[in-house]
Nanobody, 118 residues
């Protein structure tokens, strides 16, 4: 079955860095986009960054200039380098892969906790 495995989450002080990695397996359809979402307590899940099949990188305004995404959609891998972390970045981060199957299908990782202390 489809499986997305994440790694790299943890606890870091403000101003520090973390690198998240994700590897997808079991996806036979073409991956249209692959990237990362996050969800903080009491808030909806939001897009952090992703790479589309045409190679375009998209970032949330709140992370531009601090985070860098690198995804190989053909291989089903993605990494997110997070620098200058802020307490507001604290959330569960989810790896995401979107495929053009059955009018669009999203696959999700289990989530990895990122906690930034002040």
């Amino acid at each position: 079955q489809v499986n997305l495995v994440e790694s790299g989450g943890g606890l870091v002080q403000a101003g520090g860095s973390l690198r998240l990695s994700c590897t997808a397996s079991g996806i036979s359809a073409e991956i249209w986009a692959m990237g990362w979402y996050r969800q903080a307590p009491g808030k909806p899940r939001e897009l952090v960054a992703r790479v589309t099949s045409v190679g375009s990188a998209e970032y949330a305004d709140s992370v531009k200039g601090r985070f860098t995404i690198s995804s190989d959609n053909a291989k089903g891998t993605s990494s997110l380098q997070m620098n200058a972390l802020k307490p507001e970045d604290t959330a569960v981060y989810y790896c995401n892969a979107e495929v053009l199957l059955n009018y669009g299908t999203d696959y999700w990782g289990q989530g990895t906790q990122v906690t930034v202390s002040s």
